[in-house]
């Protein structure tokens, strides 16, 4: 339409003796697409707003379901392996079916400490690690959950998706049967199984740490493009500085 229009200005243009209109045709016609261009760009600057803020509540609630989560692997590590250490991803899968191995549920952690962004719900004070699961998984799930209802239509499909597979996951399903499942203890009783030890309830299957390290490279992502937008600054969750020697916070 615009080329068009454009060509029918020129046609008058071009003869000398329609010039004086065709130049009022192309000048109406530029001052009508100038003005178009004008109120696209602003609408698109107040929809490019609004979807940042949009961008920085999921990020928000993403890095807070990240770091969630490992909270309380932090904990059994500072209980457990002491000696450990964790700088990155690698260090993390090697070290994670010790932390399932060596754990009592009857214990309680020594030392507790959750830092931001960990979600505020979790507490681990002065109960026993099996509590702390019931805790940890109610806490996650939880905030999953209102993650996908509050902002499903807001989201990538891909995080959309993988936030599905967290709350319908393997692990979800045996870190809630520590303290949920009375038929698990029965079976586990049946085939002569310790109750009191992680390793009998949980797999150490590695889907669900693959998938956990997915949504922090996302919200690594997410950091790079709202940072073109705005001030507020954020950071992806770093293993290695989480699971450093507690006694660097005292």
């Known amino acids: 339409m615009f080329a068009g229009t454009v060509l029918f ?3 008058f243009y071009l003869n000398p003796y329609t010039r004086g209109f065709g130049v009022i045709v192309l000048t109406e016609i530029g001052s009508i697409w100038f003005t178009v261009l004008l109120v696209n760009r602003i609408l698109d600057k107040r929809e490019r707003k ?3 803020a949009i961008d920085q509540r999921i990020l928000t609630e993403t890095l807070t379901i990240v770091a969630s989560f490992f909270s309380i692997w932090k904990h059994i590590a500072w209980r457990y392996q002491t000696k ?6 690698k260090d993390f899968i090697n070290l994670y079916p010790q932390l399932i191995d060596s754990c009592r549920l009857s214990d309680k952690f020594e030392l507790v400490s ?10 681990f004070h002065e109960i026993t690690i099996r509590e702390c699961f019931k805790n940890y998984c109610e806490t996650l799930t939880a905030a999953t959950e209102l993650l996908i209802n509050n902002f499903k239509i807001h989201m990538e499909p891909e995080l959309l998706g993988a936030l599905l597979e967290i709350t319908e996951s393997q692990f979800i399903r045996e870190a809630s049967s520590i303290y949920d499942s009375s038929e698990t203890e029965l079976v586990l009783n049946e085939f002569e199984k310790d109750t009191n030890r992680l390793d009998s309830y949980i797999s150490g299957n590695v889907n669900i740490l693959n998938k956990i390290f997915w949504l922090n490279s996302y919200c690594e992502h997410m950091i790079s493009r709202i940072s073109n937008y705005t001030d507020q600054s954020f ?4 293993l290695s500085e989480y699971f450093k020697d507690p006694k660097s916070y005292m």
């Open 9 to 11: 200005g020129l046609i």
């Open 50 to 52: 609004r979807r940042v």
């Open 84 to 89: 450990s250490v964790v700088k990155n991803e």
């Open 114 to 123: 959750t830092h931001h962004p960990e979600s505020w719900n979790l507490f």
């Open 235 to 238: 950071q992806s969750y770093k």
